[in-house]
């Protein structure tokens, strides 16, 4: 697996949309996980989609003010990636 963060770089992956999917596989969460990657998933969007019962531990659900909080205070650079 490619790296995926620098040393002493805050790094996190929010997931939102039918991404919800992606945090209901330990295989992906662990890897993720195990590299310091912090993970998030938009509360409503996993309750939408029935999955709140089956996100991996370590992967904390936000509403839409967190979101934000997000992008304001805690990360300096946004990646986004949409289909």
């Not at 709140?52 to 659900?61: D, I, M, N, S």
Request: proline share 0%; charged share 30%.
């Amino acid at each position: 697996m490619a790296k995926l963060a620098e040393k002493d770089e805050r790094t996190a992956v929010l997931h939102i949309q039918d991404a919800c999917i992606a945090v209901t596989s330990n295989e992906y969460c662990k890897k993720l996980l195990e590299n310091k990657i912090k993970l998030y998933t938009l509360r409503a969007d996993v309750k939408a989609r029935g999955l709140a019962e089956k996100t991996c531990l370590g992967v904390k659900a936000i509403d839409y003010r967190e979101w934000v909080n997000l992008l304001i205070s805690e990360h300096e650079k946004i990646v986004s990636w949409t289909s």
